[in-house]
């Protein structure tokens, strides 16, 4: 059974940096479309940014150019670099992946890490 942890969050001020990690344990890796989420208190879940297993990549338009995803397979991890945060990006952050192609849907959650962005 895949399951995934995310860490890296906490307190971080206006115009700072943060980098996310969600490692997967179970199951491979390599072959799965992992991506981050993220709900602020009162919001809907918001898609942030994808990686597919040739590390092709997408970001949700909100994005712009701030963050940046990344994997290293022989790590079983993905992460999320987030530079210029600013106080909407405060929520928690979750990991998710696609383990089964079939499925065509993120089938795995993690529990999420909090980042919240103020001075």
């Known amino acids: 059974q895949v399951q995934l942890v995310e860490s890296g969050g906490g307190l971080v001020q206006p115009g700072g940096s943060l980098r996310l990690s969600c490692v997967a344990s179970g199951g491979t890796f390599s072959t799965y479309v992992m991506a981050w989420f993220r709900q602020a208190q009162g919001k809907e879940r918001e898609y942030v940014a994808s990686?597919?297993?040739?590390?092709?990549?997408s970001y949700g338009k909100f994005v712009q150019g701030r963050f940046t995803i990344s994997r290293e397979n022989a790590k079983n991890t993905v992460y999320l670099q987030m530079n210029s945060l600013n106080a909407e990006d405060t929520a928690v952050y979750y990991c998710?992946?696609?383990?089964?192609?079939?499925?065509?849907?993120?089938?795995?959650w993690g529990r999420g890490t909090q980042v919240t962005v103020s001075s």
């Open positions: 990686i597919n297993w040739s590390s092709d990549t």
């Open positions: 998710a992946a696609v383990t089964n192609r079939a499925l065509g849907q993120y089938n795995v």
